[in-house]
Nanobody
Framework: QVQLVESGGGLVQPGGSLRLSCAAS????????MGWFRQGPGKEREFVAA????????MYADSVKGRFTIAIDNVKNMVYLQMNSLKPEDTALYYC????????????????WGQGTQVTVSS
C-alpha cells in the first residue's frame, strides 16, 4: 500500500530554515502529483506547495512563495520542502500527500497522506 513518511520537522527561530523530507513507496508515482499541506492549531488544513512527480509544474501558496521550494527526487522516491525565512505563522503540522492525476490545491483531492511532521517557529 502507499506509504508517505515525513521527517525533518523541529523547532527553529524566526528567520531560520528547515528541510522537510517525505519518503514515498507503494505505487508508481510517475502519474502522481505530490503536495505539501499544513495544519496549524485551530486552523483548517491548507495548501503549501505541490508539483508533478516529473517536476517542472511547481505551485505555491502565496504565503510561502519565494521562501519555500518543493523538490522531487524521483530516483530516490523522495519529496522535499525547503523552507527558508521561517515565520511564527509557519508553525504547523506539515503533511506530505499524493494523488494520481493533476495538481490540486484542495486537500480533499488527495487520497494518500503521511502522518505529519511538526514545525515550530519561535524565539
Amino acid at each position: 500500500q502507499v506509504q508517505l513518511v515525513e521527517s525533518g520537522g523541529g523547532l527553529v527561530q524566526p528567520g531560520g530554515s528547515l528541510r522537510l523530507s517525505c519518503a514515498a513507496s507503494g505505487r508508481d508515482f510517475s502519474v502522481c502529483a505530490m503536495g505539501w499541506f499544513r495544519q496549524g492549531p485551530g486552523k483548517e488544513r491548507e495548501f503549501v506547495a505541490a508539483d508533478r512527480w516529473s517536476g517542472g509544474f511547481a505551485m505555491y501558496a502565496d504565503s510561502v512563495k519565494g521562501r519555500f521550494t518543493i523538490a522531487i527526487d524521483n530516483v530516490k522516491n523522495m519529496v522535499y520542502l525547503q523552507m527558508n525565512s521561517l515565520k511564527p505563522e509557519d508553525t504547523a503540522l506539515y503533511y506530505c500527500a499524493a494523488r494520481a492525476g493533476p495538481i490540486y490545491s484542495d486537500f480533499r483531492h488527495y487520497p494518500y497522506w503521511g502522518q505529519g511532521t511538526q514545525v515550530t517557529v519561535s524565539s
